[in-house]
T-cell receptor
Framework: EPEVTQTPSHQVTQMGQEVILRCVPI?????FYWYRQILGQKVEFLVS????????KSEIFDDQFSVERPDGSNFTLKIRSTKLEDSAMYFC???????????FGPGTRLTVL | KNEVEQSPQNLTAQEGEFITINCSYS?????LHWLQQHPGGGIVSLFM???GKKKHGRLIATINIQEKHSSLHITASHPRDSAVYIC??????????FGEGTQLTVNP
């Protein structure tokens, strides 16, 4: 069964460094999402992406964040200058055009020191 | 106030028991999702509902749009059902707003 994959599974970085989290959505999906979950808290929407542009973003998704689909398969989330409070699990999700069901990747745990 | 409220926060059951998890929301929605989060963190979509009822195996999800309420039922619960169950509502576009989750523990 096709699945969403994410790399790395765990990323440790120093405050102020740039990180890129990578996702490979399911191949025929058209809509892509990033969510984050701070430890012990609920999952929060960051951004949705369709047709090579951002379709929606939350208040969390400020100028430090960017997303890109650099080729036909990858979908990336970049955090330009990480802060301690960016430490969280980041989930990528994708969905096809004819359904509202989103398929989640296993997550990348980001630890900012 | 959270847009999505779940109850209970924690639920412990004995194997075989019938389980109900509730979700109330305060905004207009286009759909409601039930998700399962495993201890390792992975999230799996269980149901997407916009009306009525859906059943998949031992899981049943219902929604009452007028009352802004949904329930997830598990029949004949099993220890492998132990997980966090999350209600999420779809409002504008396909953005999801999540509840806090219900931690379910089923003891043998």
């Amino acid at each position: 069964e096709p699945e969403v994959t994410q790399t790395p599974s765990h990323q440790v970085t120093q405050m102020g460094q740039e990180v890129i989290l990578r996702c490979v959505p399911i191949s025929n999906h058209l809509y892509f999402y990033w969510y984050r979950q701070i430890l012990g808290q609920k999952v929060e929407f960051l951004v949705s992406f369709y047709n090579n542009e951002i379709s929606e973003k939350s208040e969390i998704f400020d100028d430090q964040f960017s997303v890109e689909r650099p080729d036909g398969s990858n979908f990336t989330l970049k955090i330009r200058s990480t802060k301690l409070e960016d430490s969280a699990m980041y989930f990528c999700a994708s969905k096809g055009g004819g359904t509202d069901t989103q398929y989640f990747g296993p997550g990348t745990r980001l630890t900012v020191l | 106030k959270n847009e999505v409220e779940q109850s209970p926060q924690n639920l412990t059951a004995q194997e075989g028991e019938f389980i109900t998890i509730n979700c109330s929301y305060s905004v207009g929605i286009s759909a409601l999702h039930w998700l399962q989060q495993h201890p390792g963190g992975g999230i799996v979509s269980l149901f997407m509902l916009s009306s009525g009822k859906k059943k998949h195996g031992r899981l049943i999800a219902t929604i009452n749009i007028q009352e802004k309420h949904s329930s997830l039922h598990i029949t004949a619960s099993h220890p492998r059902d132990s997980a966090v169950y999350i209600c999420a509502v779809q409002t504008s576009g396909s953005r999801l707003t999540f509840g806090e989750g219900t931690q379910l523990t089923v003891n043998p």
